[in-house]
């Protein structure tokens, strides 16, 4: 079945660095690829997304390109912020059967930038 | 406010009780799905609900159900409640799910 792959956690990093947080997916067919973002006591929030290959989402500073001939959707930031100190699950949507579809979610990666 | 509500942000109940918990998506989105978060099990699809009708189940137990109502809100019922139920439960709602989910803040459901 599909399934999504994530680094494993957790992740400190100092303020400024560099950010790379793999993700690998297996699905049939084309899905619909997210990452989402959950910050202490909160829901999970859509960060970025890409429907199909080599598209690239970005917001917030933060960008994945969905790279279909290696099944990966990195997500990556020049410069992280104390403020991006979050858990981060990548997640993937599979082409509608039937009307039924779901988002199916990585375990999350849990990152701490210190100042 | 992502515009998705749940009610109520905390439940503490016995082992062996019943509850219900309500969800009310995000205006104009027809589907509404649960999903359980606990430590141990990450991020669990329970049940999805397109206008009213079921159209997808995933690990969700027998002594779990859900419904959608006219009016789009859902609730999720939770009975026989064991130790191991102790869990945040999540909607999150859409207008199709190509475009990605919209999350409540969550029900974290405490079992004693």
């Known amino acids: 079945g599909d399934s999504v792959t994530q680094m494993e956690g957790p992740v400190t990093l100092s303020e400024e660095a560099f950010l790379t947080i793999n993700c690998t997916y297996t699905?049939?067919?084309?899905?619909?690829l997210f990452w989402y973002v959950q910050y202490p006591g909160e829901g999970l929030q859509l960060l970025l997304k890409?429907?199909?290959?080599?598209d690239k989402g970005s917001n917030k500073g933060f960008e994945a390109t969905y790279r279909k001939e290696t099944t990966s959707f990195h997500l990556e930031k020049g410069s992280v912020q104390v403020s991006d100190s979050a858990v981060y699950f990548c997640?993937?949507?599979?082409?509608?059967?039937?009307?039924?579809?779901?988002?199916?979610f990585g375990q999350g990666t849990r990152l701490t930038i210190n100042p | 406010d992502s515009g998705v509500t749940q009610t109520p942000k905390h439940l503490i109940t016995a082992t062996g009780q019943r509850v219900t918990l309500r969800c009310s998506p995000r205006?104009?989105?027809?589907?509404v799905y649960w999903y359980q978060q606990s430590l141990d099990q990450g991020l669990q699809f329970l049940i999805q609900?397109?206008?009213?009708?079921?159209?997808a189940k995933g690990n969700i137990l027998e002594r779990f159900s859900a419904q959608q109502f006219p009016d789009l809100h859902s609730e999720l019922n939770l009975s026989s409640l064991e130790l191991g139920d102790s869990a945040l439960y999540f909607c999150?709602?859409?207008?199709?799910?190509?475009?990605?989910?919209?999350f409540g803040s969550g029900t974290r459901l405490t079992v004693v």
């Open positions: 999150a709602s859409s207008v199709t799910p190509g475009d990605g989910y919209t």
């Open positions: 699905a049939t067919g084309y899905p619909s």
């Open positions: 890409a429907t199909k290959a080599d």
């Open positions: 997640a993937l949507s599979a082409p509608r059967i039937q009307g039924a579809q779901k988002l199916v």
């Open positions: 205006s104009g989105d027809l589907s």
């Open positions: 609900y397109y206008n009213g009708e079921e159209r």
